[in-house]
């Protein structure tokens, strides 16, 4: 039996009690990744500390961590075990150890498998049931990157900040960077063509959709050049607002959506199908050239990178808010990017500004387009900016361009 699981997790490793899952354990994970548990935890749910700081240790550093739980977890014990992996933006992935055939400890478990359909409801990313000897015996563990791990991809890229559905900037600034994008045809017969400088790919910043006059062209282009090879792509808040809608959920409809439904109502459904599949398949961020480079819609700190949570997912899409909104009924933003200090290059849109320009290793291509502003990629590595102006002014700016206001209480200087 193959297991799949991502190679950073937080590994719960539940056996009933007697059983014992060392051998497994041993089989499966290096010493230096596992630590145990004997006899539950402390009263009232408390880990031990050496057993709280191996666990924050090794996830803070991205590393693959196996908790081996010799007695069989109960329910608020898993949960601070999930609660713990999560502060690091790490998943949990469950190996219930329930052999039906070890007639030594057939009662405990039994009373484990009682507790398997509870265990399915949890917050873990993966709940794998071995029910036999044969099954441990056999099992063999598999590691995955996690989808935001794209360190083995390599430039050279163009990235491309929010576009909006201004098809025809899009159009021309990719031209500017030496590719060819052609549409041809209509209803169902409508095609892109695309070619690309040599050995160069796209990335887009996501906020592809709403406010401009062709989101389904710029869907076809960006969706037909991810399929070719020629790009990459992460969702934008926008998008993800989409899908929501293509999903048949009701959306509100303000900021520019309205335009894309209209848009995308005359459209054939074999599209709005496709749009659905293409945007719930992107990942929140890109973490590439060997940890050198990271792309996110609306930027990342440091230690989410190449993790995958909610809170990671939720960041990327939105960037840091505080949960109010401002006097123009917008989401209260924060400077993410004046208090990051990492060495990974950080490129992202989401928040109009007046020009790109570089602060603290990460730059804003988002340069309001769809507001009569510019279209903007970075090319890199030759970290060279290239902007084309719009054509026209689409929509109308609800709050000026601008970085957001720093965080309260933070003071560059301190």
Known sequence: ???????????????????????????????????????????????????????????????????EARNALQRDERAMLIHIAKS?????????????????????????????????????????VLRSQEEIANACVERVPTRTDNRGEHGPFDIIGDVHGCVDELIGLMSKLGYTIEITGGGRD??????????????????????????????????????????????????VKLLRWLNGRNVKPGHGIAQTISQLEVEQDELRDEVRDFIDGLVSHLWLENGRLTVAHAGIKEEMMGR?????????????????????????????????R???????????????????????????????????????PERQIVSIPAARAYATPIRPFAHPPLRPGYSPEA
């Open 342 to 380: 990492g060495e990974t290059t950080i490129v992202y849109g989401h928040t109009p500004v007046p020009e790109a320009d570089w602060l603290n290793n990460t730059l804003c291509v988002d340069t309001g387009c769809v507001f009569g502003g510019k279209l903007t990629a970075l090319r890199w």
């Open 308 to 340: 995958v949570s909610g809170a990671v997912r939720e960041f990327c899409l939105y960037g840091e808010t505080s949960g109010e909104t401002d006097e123009f009924g917008l989401p209260i933003r924060y400077h993410w990017a004046a208090e990051y």
């Open 190 to 239: 409508r095609r892109v063509v695309s070619r690309t400088p040599a050995g160069r790919r796209a990335i887009f910043v996501g906020d592809l959709v709403d406010r401009g006059p062709a989101s389904p062209d710029v869907l076809r282009i960006v969706m037909h050049m991810v399929a070719q090879g020629q790009a990459l792509a992460v969702p934008g808040n926008h998008d």
């Open 88 to 128: 690091h933006y790490a998943q949990t992935v469950a190996i219930v150890l329930a052999p039906e055939d070890d007639d030594q400890v057939v009662k405990q478990v039994q009373l484990l498998q009682r507790s398997l359909p509870q265990i399915s409801k949890e917050s873990f990313l993966d709940v794998h």
């Open 1 to 67: 039996m193959k297991i799949t699981i991502p190679d950073f997790c937080l590994v719960v490793v539940i056996a009933a009690p007697g059983s014992g899952p060392s051998g497994f354990v041993r089989s499966q994970f290096g010493l230096s990744e596992v630590v145990s548990v004997e006899d539950g935890l402390l009263p009232g749910g408390v880990l031990p500390e050496s057993i709280e700081q191996f666990l924050d240790t090794r996830l803070q550093r991205r590393c693959l961590t196996v908790v």
